[in-house]
């Protein structure tokens, strides 16, 4: 079946580096996607969205790009931080978001000091 | 506001018994997700409701499995008899209009 998938399980990066989180879909149907971050012991926290209609999108120190030809999604994170560290997962939606989300296996992020 | 909270934080029971999980939504919400996160399934869906009232419970795992929505300020995920495959953290959401998911802090259930 299709699914969302992440294409690394752990990245680490040096603190202040930039940091790349990529991410697969297969469902072409797919018009909305969303970036969680879940730290330790918490549920997931919404960082950045995206709309099939963009390409782009910008928030506070974070990135989303979506390539809807390749089907690739990412998230890039500026000058990371400690308290960056944490799971990533990208989620899936059709409909705009009015239904359940579909999430990827999520990518963990280690910031090396 | 205070969020999307959920009752209780850790649940450790034994097989075969009931367990119900608790849900309280962000005021105003009116959809409601209940999700559940495994190492090796990640973060699944279980079932949602729009308005109280119940749209898809296709990730519903089985029979054992039982969602309910008396009202917009309240949800329970009931798991009756419970075994320890069902073992995981079970998440709430919550969501205006199917806009951004405000998750919940989970229930982490040991079934032993």
């Known amino acids: 079946g299709e699914s969302v998938g992440l294409h690394l399980p752990t990245l680490s990066v040096q603190e202040g580096d930039n940091s790349i989180i990529n991410c697969a879909y297969s469902?072409?149907?797919?018009?909305?996607f969303i970036w969680y971050k879940q730290e330790s012991g918490k549920g997931p926290q919404f960082i950045i969205d995206i709309r099939s209609n963009m390409d782009k999108r910008q928030g506070q120190r974070v990135t989303v790009l979506l390539n809807k030809t390749v089907k690739h999604l990412s998230l890039q994170i500026a000058a990371t931080q400690p308290g960056d560290s944490a799971v990533y997962f990208c989620a899936e939606n059709i409909g705009g978001g009015a239904d359940g989300l579909t999430f990827g296996k999520g990518t963990h992020l280690i910031i090396q000091p | 506001d205070a969020g999307v909270i959920q009752s209780p934080r850790h649940e450790v029971t034994e097989m075969g018994q009931e367990v119900t999980l608790r849900c309280k939504p962000i005021s105003g919400h009116d959809y409601l997700f209940w999700y559940r996160q495994t190492m090796m399934r990640g973060l699944e869906l279980l079932i949602y409701?729009?308005?109280?009232?119940?749209?898809?419970d296709s990730g519903m795992p089985e029979d054992r499995f039982s969602a309910k929505m008396p009202n917009a300020s309240f949800s329970t995920l009931k798991i009756q008899p419970s075994e320890p495959r069902d073992s995981a953290v079970y998440f709430c959401?919550?969501?205006?209009?199917?806009?951004?998911?405000?998750f919940g802090p989970g229930t982490r259930l040991t079934v032993l």
């Open positions: 409701f729009n308005n109280n009232v119940p749209i898809d």
């Open positions: 959401a919550s969501s205006d209009r199917g806009s951004e998911q405000f």
């Open positions: 469902n072409s149907a797919s018009d909305y």
